[in-house]
């Protein structure tokens, strides 16, 4: 089975993604962190730490080397505040970079942990996915893991993972 590159935006959507596809046999991941979204940069290392000690549970090494980059964010999101079309530019950043990655790394698919979560809207995920994955020549491996969303939260608590209560740009932590 090939090595699926997996975006990961933060621990708890992490943790039911990571628990099924560990179970499926022979599977092997690459972890890559790329979230230049988040704001504040503490809340990016509260993020990070807590994805960081969910890997290190399931004896997994993830990659933190990508760098935090708000710039990059701020710049392409000054004009477009308002979702759905803010969503959709967030989802094409990360996913575009992440197939970027992968690329770069011979895989053949990516797969983004985003999916996991019910407050991102999964339709412009899955275009941006595929938009992304078509650019690089590779596959978006899309799973609705919503159905887990119990499960998730269950072994988020039971690993004292920090959860956050807001999306992670400034604009949503202003719209709490
Ligand atoms: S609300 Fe979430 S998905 Fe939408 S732009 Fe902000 S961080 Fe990205």
Same mark, same amino acid.
């Given at each position: 089975?090939?090595?699926?590159?997996?975006?990961?935006? =933060?621990?708890? /959507?992490? @943790?039911?993604? %990571?628990? +099924?596809?560990?179970? #499926?046999?022979?599977?092997?991941?690459?972890?890559? &962190?790329?979230?230049?979204?988040?704001?504040?940069?503490?809340?990016?290392?509260?993020?990070?730490?807590?994805?960081?000690?969910?890997?290190?549970?399931?004896?997994?090494?993830?990659?933190?080397?990508?760098?935090?980059?708000?710039?990059?964010?701020?710049?392409?999101?000054?004009?477009?505040?308002?979702?759905?079309?803010? =969503?959709?530019? /967030?989802? @094409?950043?990360? %996913?575009? +970079?992440?197939?970027? #990655?992968?690329?770069?790394?011979?895989?053949?698919? &990516?797969?983004?942990?985003?999916?996991?979560?019910?407050?991102?809207?999964?339709?412009?995920?899955?275009?941006?996915?595929?938009?992304?994955?078509?650019?690089?020549?590779?596959?978006?491996?899309?799973?609705?893991?919503?159905?887990?969303?119990?499960?998730?939260?269950?072994?988020?608590?039971?690993?004292?993972?920090?959860?956050?209560?807001? /999306?992670?740009?400034?604009?949503?932590?202003?719209?709490?």
């Amino acid at each position: 089975m090939d090595t699926l590159f997996l975006h990961v935006c =933060c621990g708890p /959507c992490a @943790a039911y993604p %990571l628990e +099924r596809l560990l179970a #499926e046999s022979g599977r092997k991941l690459e972890l890559w &962190f790329y979230n230049p979204n988040i704001h504040p940069q503490s809340e990016f290392a509260r993020r990070r730490d807590s994805f960081a000690f969910l890997a290190a549970v399931h004896g997994l090494q993830a990659d933190f080397s990508a760098p935090y980059e708000p710039a990059v964010f701020l710049a392409e999101f000054a004009q477009r505040p308002s979702p759905p079309e803010r =969503c959709r530019r /967030c989802y @094409a950043l990360r %996913l575009g +970079r992440a197939a970027e #990655e992968a690329a770069a790394r011979g895989r053949r698919a &990516f797969a983004t942990t985003l999916a996991f979560s019910r407050r991102q809207k999964h339709e412009l995920l899955i275009e941006e996915g595929l938009k992304a994955a078509a650019a690089h020549g590779l596959d978006f491996y899309y799973e609705d893991w919503r159905p887990g969303w119990r499960r998730g939260h269950e072994i988020a608590r039971g690993l004292g993972l920090y959860r956050q209560n807001y /999306c992670g740009c400034v604009y949503s932590e202003l719209e709490r």
